[in-house]
């Protein structure tokens, strides 16, 4: 069975400084693991996603994070924050199904506020 | 153009009614989502249907039933509103089944039910 906590519900940060977001896994195989991130009234967005490849993944906007097996984990990082990053960001985890289907299970999300 | 479209954004109504919310993809995809944001924001799958067929129902009650009349689209209706479905539901398409090992879904941009 997988699972997923992010840690943090909230993270405030200051424009222009580093951007950490939290995410613990579980899973029973190999997982794939995403962030996606959900701007005010719209939809997600793929971030990044670590599918067995390189531990340490780059995504959009100047976001990267690092699968960590020993860890379990799959933190969110950002070296500085700007205003437009002010989101929701969800980790997602997600392990193959008997039947070659994948489902997912998405964390509770992270509420980034940037403060000017 | 948008890829993925959901129609109504808003939806108010009294307990008791039933109402649909209509999804539709642009993007030539098999698969095809329903996902429930509660107040907490947090996300989870209600069913998922390829090619017209449906693969997941997760415990989801039978006042909620999706329709899928060819591929491009898959609507949702509910019967007899309760109080607690209130919530923003989320349509979302991906190339096949095996696309949430690669992480390439493409959300609509949520439809806010408030059941009064």
């Known amino acids: 069975a997988q699972s997923v906590t992010q840690l943090d519900s909230h993270v405030s940060v200051s424009e222009g400084t580093p951007v950490l977001l939290r995410c613990n896994y579980s899973?029973?195989?190999?997982?794939?693991l995403f962030w996606y991130v959900q701007h005010p009234n719209k939809g997600l967005q793929l971030l990044l996603k670590?599918?067995?490849?390189?531990?340490l993944v780059k995504g959009i906007n100047g976001f990267e994070a690092e699968f960590k097996k020993s860890e379990t984990s799959f933190h969110l990082t950002k070296p500085s924050a700007h205003m437009s990053d002010a989101a929701e960001y969800f980790c997602?985890?997600?392990?193959?199904?008997?039947?070659?289907?994948?489902?997912?299970?998405f964390g509770r999300g992270t509420s980034l506020i940037v403060h000017p | 153009d948008t890829a993925v479209s959901q129609t109504p954004k808003y939806l108010v109504t009294q307990m008791g009614n039933d109402k649909s919310i209509k999804c539709e993809q642009n993007?030539?995809?098999?698969?095809m989502y329903w996902y429930k944001q509660d107040s907490k924001k947090f996300l989870k799958i209600m069913f998922s249907?390829?090619?017209?067929?449906?693969?997941i129902n997760e415990t989801v009650p039978n006042r909620f039933s999706p329709k899928s009349p060819d591929k491009a689209h898959l609507n949702l209706h509910i019967n007899s509103l309760e109080l607690g479905d209130s919530a923003v539901y989320f349509c979302?398409?991906?190339?096949?089944?095996?696309?949430?090992?690669?992480?390439?879904?493409?959300f609509g941009e949520g439809s806010r039910l408030t059941v009064l």
């Open positions: 979302a398409s991906s190339q096949d089944l095996r696309s949430w090992n690669t992480g390439e879904l493409f």
């Open positions: 899973s029973s195989y190999s997982p794939s």
């Open positions: 670590y599918t067995s490849a390189a531990t």
């Open positions: 997602v985890v997600s392990e193959a199904q008997s039947g070659g289907s994948y489902i997912p299970t």
């Open positions: 993007l030539g995809h098999d698969t």
């Open positions: 249907y390829n090619n017209k067929e449906l693969i």
